[in-house]
């Protein structure tokens, strides 16, 4: 018998059936060990060897790990086949060590798709443990627990936040670094005048400049419109041809821009569902992988499936449809290891599995299908035209296009309210009506705030996290309550802003984006054992610690930015068993205590509908099945005993 091992349970099914009965195929469940929260400052590291992790094992994988040793006991060989990156390399060690695996014939498998073909190929072509990578994984962690562990033990005690992080506090960084700007920023007013036809609208252009008229002065708008006539003239006419290329098959970062973009999914979502497509689902009582590898930063496809994929599109739209790949150019922080994510085979359509798929299941397989499809196609030609109008010596322009070949625009998910373009198709001197004629009133447009999506790709261009970290990144702060989202967009909370600025104060040689991208670099070349981990461990912690010894006597009390109205002095953040507050730092003279305003006070004062007394106040459920749950009553009770579950069905009474 042999035995696979795998990470998690739904792969079990495909791979056995792949493999036949000389196989066993199991499941670690993921991680099987982590390091101990014990020893020095809690971070599990031996001090007296080169800050080794002291690893324990994990709740819950006690039996797990009794089965695996179990099987392995009777296995002739045994293959780790834990997923194709740092993390899965670890793990398999970790299974390695803990299953006592020593003098039996391991293997360590990878493969980028859950099909025949690639475990067949994995199989017949296994390897030893990475152990550089290992290495790099550990460093990783180590770092990680010690800027984790020291920083979020001094943010409790001094401003009662929950955590900081290597990559978390940057990725914060950069929001509240946003949000500056937008504060700071000042818009400034100008009107542009526009003339709508029966088929488009063209706008006013500017003097002696391609570009519309931006009027600063409304007054001066105001004189020009009252020139206007109400018709437009025709005196020009430019086409040009462009060339529209496709873009590159996905990466994480760019598939969760555009699940974001498409579908509004966040970063969590798509990774969740990539990661069920990834190991497969039930289609047509056969368990079925239907795309590669999700955690990738690579836009490279095999050349076999290069080949097959030049047959489909040859096959299904025609020679003259066939492009060649294209491929984003690799940054330095690109490590390429695997394909870009792809469906596993060209024959499962979007349309055949459409009936065996969630909603959201199908949405993101359909993306990643037309994307790779798209990929290898055509450009697509496009004829713009420029238009300029004549309107009584002032000029109007507009700008038209159409397709001339759809190139790989043909495999695109086409938008169900996507409406023909209009193209004009005029001689010079052709008079147009004016339907209506229009100042608009606008202002220039501050700096956006950063998206789930956008703030991926900042990271991602920045060098920080890596296409298994950038999710979790984003899931941390927002259940630490460092940032909301409001439409889309991240906003950092008050608690969010103090975090980032108390660590920028202190700790800004670390928390920053160019040290952040340096220690990937670093972790990239242990990878390639360039780089020792004990020595890139050792002198971290040694310039950390020092670094931190040095802050901690620096530490001050946070301002709040407020004064006490009691006696002017400068508003602070104390810290008690209870949490963070806002008090006079002129104490123990002045002892003034900002008064916490508590849900009850912050809802809007509502007449009792019932007695016309009282008013309703939030009160918590106390006995029954409902304890704990909230619910608003009213402020006479006992006297008047109405109740109810939420604000908005006052409107319904």
């Known amino acids: 018998m042999k035995l696979v091992i795998v990470e998690s349970p739904s792969k079990t099914k495909t791979i056995k059936q792949y493999l036949g009965s000389d196989y066993e195929v199991l499941a670690s469940k993921g991680h099987i060990r982590d390091i101990q929260n014990t020893g020095k400052d809690n971070l599990g590291l031996d001090f007296n060897n080169n800050l080794k992790p002291i690893y324990t094992i994990l709740p819950g994988q006690y039996q797990t790990i009794k089965t695996l040793k179990n099987a392995s006991e009777e296995a002739e060989d045994i293959y780790l086949a834990t997923d194709p990156d740092r993390e899965g390399e670890a793990i398999s060690w970790h299974l390695k060590e803990v299953l006592g695996l020593n003098g039996k014939n391991v293997h360590r498998i990878e493969f980028n798709e859950i099909t025949k073909p690639a475990i067949l190929a994995a199989i017949s072509s296994p390897r ?25 033990t001094l943010l409790k005690r001094s401003i009662a936040s929950e955590s900081a992080g290597r990559v978390q506090s940057v990725a914060l960084k950069i929001i509240t670094d946003k949000e500056e700007e937008i504060n700071a920023f000042v818009a400034k007013k100008y009107c542009e005048i526009e003339a709508e036809t029966e088929d488009f609208i063209a706008k006013l252009k500017e003097p002696e400049k391609n570009k519309i008229y931006s009027i600063e002065d409304r007054s001066e708008a105001e004189k020009i419109f009252k020139e206007l006539k109400d018709t437009l003239t025709l005196s020009s006419l430019n086409e040009n041809t462009r060339s529209d290329k496709p873009q ?36 047509a009582s056969k368990h079925i992988a239907l795309i590669t590898y999700m955690r990738t930063d690579s836009t490279r496809i095999s050349d076999v499936f290069k080949s097959q994929l030049s047959s489909f599109i040859v096959s299904k739209y025609g020679k003259e449809y066939l492009g060649y790949t294209h491929m984003q150019k690799a940054s330095d922080n690109v490590q390429d290891a695997h394909e870009a994510i792809r469906p596993v085979s060209l024959e499962i359509t979007p349309d055949y599995v459409k009936e065996y798929l969630t909603k959201d299941q199908y949405n993101l397989y359909n993306l990643i299908y037309s994307r790779t499809v798209s990929s290898m196609m055509r450009d697509a030609k496009i004829l713009t035209l420029t238009a300029l109008f004549d309107n009584n010596s002032h000029t109007f322009q507009a700008s038209f296009e159409k397709v001339l070949f759809e190139g790989y625009q043909k495999a695109q998910i086409k938008s169900m309210d996507a409406k023909p373009k209009f193209y004009l198709d005029a001689p010079v001197g052709t008079i147009f009506k004016i339907k209506k004629l229009s100042i608009l ?5 501050g700096p ?19 296409p298994s970290t950038y999710a979790s990144t984003i899931s941390t702060l927002k259940n630490r309550k ?4 409001q439409k889309k967009k991240l906003i950092p909370t008050d608690q969010g802003k103090i975090t980032s600025d108390f660590l920028h104060d202190y700790f800004d040689m670390i928390i920053n984006v160019e040290y952040t991208a340096r220690m990937e670099k670093t972790l990239d070349e242990i990878a390639s054992g360039e780089k020792e981990e004990d020595k890139v461990v050792n002198q971290f912690y040694n310039a950390f610690d020092k670094i931190l010894s040095e802050k901690k006597k620096d530490i001050k009390p946070m301002e709040t930015g407020e004064l006490c109205p009691k006696c002017g002095s400068k508003m602070i953040y104390k810290i008690n068993k209870y949490g963070r507050f806002e008090a006079c730092s002129n104490y123990p003279s002045c002892k003034y205590i900002k008064k916490t305003v508590t849900e009850e006070e912050k809802i809007p004062y509502i007449e009792c509908p019932l007695c016309h007394e009282g008013h309703l106040v939030l009160r918590t459920s106390s006995k029954g099945r409902k304890a704990g749950k909230k619910f608003y009553g009213c402020s006479s009770y006992p006297k008047c ?13």
């Open 128 to 152: 030893d443990i990475d152990m550089p990578l290992v290495s790099s994984q550990e460093t990783r962690k180590i770092i990680d627990r010690i800027i984790g562990f020291k920083l979020s």
């Open 248 to 283: 590159p098959p996905f990466t994480t970062s760019t598939l969760i821009q555009a699940a974001s973009n498409r579908f509004s999914l966040s970063s969590a979502k798509t990774m969740s569902i990539a990661q069920g497509l990834y190991e497969g689902t039930e289609i």
């Open 441 to 445: 009133d606008k202002e220039t447009q």
């Open 448 to 466: 956006e705030r950063y998206s789930e999506a956008t703030l991926i790709k900042k990271m991602e261009d920045s060098g920080i996290g890596r």
């Open 482 to 485: 460092y940032i909301s989202v």
């Open 641 to 653: 005993t109405f109740t109810i579950s939420s604000l908005s069905e006052i409107k319904k009474m």
